[in-house]
């Protein structure tokens, strides 16, 4: 596609429930980055992937946080039992190139 | 461990005067910085870059300029324009080839008329 796209663009969840968020790159692109940010704060990275390589997960904030990505394709980053720290706004990017990042529009998640 | 630093949350500039935007690290090991711009419910844009063998770059109004001994970045731009005002965050990268950008908390712009 023309973009990277994220969906849902918005999701409301009870504290406790399991949430799947999705991250479509940009074609051909072979890196792919997953950040947050929570209010007030900056963007706070969580995980990479790269081509085939392991990803590198040592942004992910606990064992209920995980995400996959098939090839060069589609990322879900699944998050279990949510809690209320985990609202914030999940923006996922992409990369063809050293450093050149094109970012989604992001997924707001609110856990209530 | 906060390792790129923004220290004031919010700057606002009257159209036409000069916006400069600073930006604090700790690791001696980045070697690449960015700037990015972000509007509401948009995500993060590529703004500018600067690689830590220069101390300037510069792109129309936006120039960024790099004190590796003061291990400090700053953003300038002139003249500011009300479609100036957005939420600008500084990233920086290690000598690694990783690509993993780490930043700042962002400083929202506002640009009067």
């Known amino acids: 596609g023309a973009g990277v796209s994220q969906s849902p663009s918005n999701k409301v969840t009870e504290k406790g429930k399991d949430v799947e968020l999705r991250c479509d790159p940009i074609s051909g692109h072979t890196a792919l980055y997953w950040y947050r940010q929570r209010l007030g704060q900056g963007l706070e990275f969580l995980i990479y992937?790269?081509?085939?390589?392991?990803?590198?997960k040592s942004g992910l904030p606990s064992d209920r946080f995980s995400a996959e990505r098939t090839g060069e394709s589609v990322s879900t980053l699944t998050i279990q039992r949510t809690q209320q720290e985990d609202s914030a706004v999940y923006l996922c990017?992409?990369?063809?190139?050293?450093?050149?990042?094109?970012f989604g529009s992001g997924t707001r998640l609110t856990v209530v | 461990d906060q390792q790129v630093k923004q220290n004031s949350p919010s700057l606002s500039v009257q159209e036409g005067r000069i916006s400069i935007l600073n930006c604090d690290y700790t690791n001696s090991m980045f070697d690449y910085f960015l700037w990015y711009k972000k509007y509401p419910a948009e995500g993060p844009t590529f703004l500018i870059s600067?690689?830590?063998?220069?101390d300037k770059n510069e792109d129309g109004r936006f120039t960024v300029f790099l004190n590796k001994s003061a291990k400090h970045l700053s953003l300038h731009i002139v003249p500011s324009q009300p479609g100036d005002s957005a939420v600008y965050f500084c990233?920086?990268?290690?000598?690694?080839?990783?690509?993993?950008?780490?930043f700042g908390q962002g400083t929202t712009l506002q640009v009067k008329p």
């Open positions: 992937f790269q081509g085939n390589s392991a990803p590198d």
């Open positions: 600067i690689s830590s063998i220069k």
């Open positions: 990233a920086a990268s290690g000598s690694s080839n990783t690509g993993k950008l780490i």
């Open positions: 990017a992409s990369s063809g190139a050293f450093f050149g990042y094109t």
